[in-house]
């Protein structure tokens, strides 16, 4: 297992110790469970009590933090101890990465073209004239067919599919189980029965994107679905066809976004949010868990929340009056019944 030395972790963070620079860690952990030989942070006053009962081997403290009891962890003193940590964490994964290499049991057409340093893992398929760039990582199972294009410094875990055509931008990350470029859910009705469309075109994925475990990212009928640059899709997310995200949108885990919708730039979605086709969501949009749009959003910056989606004072509202909605029908009723008398 590998350990680094505390003065080691301050280059890599900006930091200084105050303590014993020598000693060394092994692993990252939380302040709650620190033990020997991990290195944990406090970014959250919450967590303060810890930083004084905790068993880990250092802790990243801010510059201004003064200890109002002993401290048997030695400190790493940083600007801010969360962006430290989250650098920290980059370096860490970096560093647990598999070696560049090729397995002999990998399924590498010799029309594929292979960038330096890459990692290609055991059962891997490439198909015919695929392009992978730099210091990617394509580990076991995944399959990319024919006329890919993968960019430099990308990632792509066990058991992805990308179909045929498809573009993947660098910087991107994609995680174990999704598919990429599935057919658009696209039939047409026929005497009572469905006549299936075909989906001839691709889906082009910009640099630096990201998207979960088991996301589903479906190919255009014609054209492309795009996911923009900088876009996060958590997991579990469907992206049907010829849709666009915009750039540096997130999505929260089953998220639907129904075929041909238009979503704007920084927008953010809770969990199960539901877009309905056709629609156009102004940039900026944030949208509560569970909301289900029915109809374009075009105002900038709006906060949302509810099916269909309103302003959060008036949902928040709405929701108190459902709760009261039997005792306001009982009333009503005996209301009635006065006034019928």
């Known amino acids: 297992m590998q350990s680094f030395t505390l003065k080691q972790v301050a280059e890599v963070i900006g ?6 620079e020598h000693d060394t860690i092994y692993t990252l952990c939380k302040i709650e469970d620190g033990h020997k030989g991990g290195l944990s942070f406090l970014a959250n006053p919450k967590y303060l ?6 068993n ?13 009891q002993p401290i048997s962890a030695t400190l790493i003193r940083v600007k801010d101890p969360y962006s430290a940590f989250a650098k920290l964490l980059t370096f860490y994964d970096e560093q647990t990465k598999p070696a560049a290499n090729i397995s002999d049991k990998a399924d590498i057409s010799a029309t594929a073209v292979i960038g330096k340093n890459v990692y290609v893992g055991a059962f891997a398929v490439i198909g015919d004239d695929v392009s992978i760039g730099d210091n990617c990582f394509i580990y076991p199972h995944t399959v990319i067919s024919n006329h890919c294009t993968v960019g430099n410094n990308t990632t792509i875990y066990a058991g992805v599919k990308i179909y045929a055509g498809c573009t993947v931008g660098s910087g991107c990350i994609i995680h174990a189980g999704a598919v990429i470029g599935a057919d658009g859910f696209g039939f047409a009705p026929n005497n009572g029965t469905y006549d299936k469309i075909p989906q001839i075109g ?4 910009k640099d630096h994107v ?5 996301t589903c990212v479906d190919k255009a009928t014609m054209g492309a679905t795009v996911i923009e640059e900088g876009v996060k899709l958590d997991n579990l997310i469907q992206i049907a066809h010829n849709v666009t995200v915009g750039k540096n949108t997130i999505m929260a885990s089953q998220v639907g976004i129904s075929g041909s919708a238009k979503i704007g730039e920084n927008c953010m979605f809770g969990g199960q949010v539901g ?3 056709h629609l156009s969501i102004a940039n900026g949009t944030k949208l509560g868990a569970q909301s289900g749009v029915p109809g374009s959003i ?3 910056n709006t906060t949302l929340l509810g099916s269909p989606p309103i302003d959060p004072l008036v949902f928040m509202r709405s929701v108190v009056h459902f709760k009261n909605l039997d005792d306001i029908v009982k009333r009503l009723k005996a209301v009635e019944e006065i006034v019928n008398c």
């Open 210 to 214: 990201e998207i979960g475990a088991n």
């Open 56 to 68: 880990a081997t250092a802790i990243i403290v801010s510059d201004e933090f003064i200890a109002e």
């Open 15 to 20: 930091g200084k110790v105050e303590g014993d």
């Open 49 to 54: 009590p810890y930083v004084y009962t905790t």
């Open 275 to 277: 877009v309905a086709g």
């Open 202 to 205: 691709n889906v082009i994925i």
């Open 298 to 300: 075009k105002k900038e």
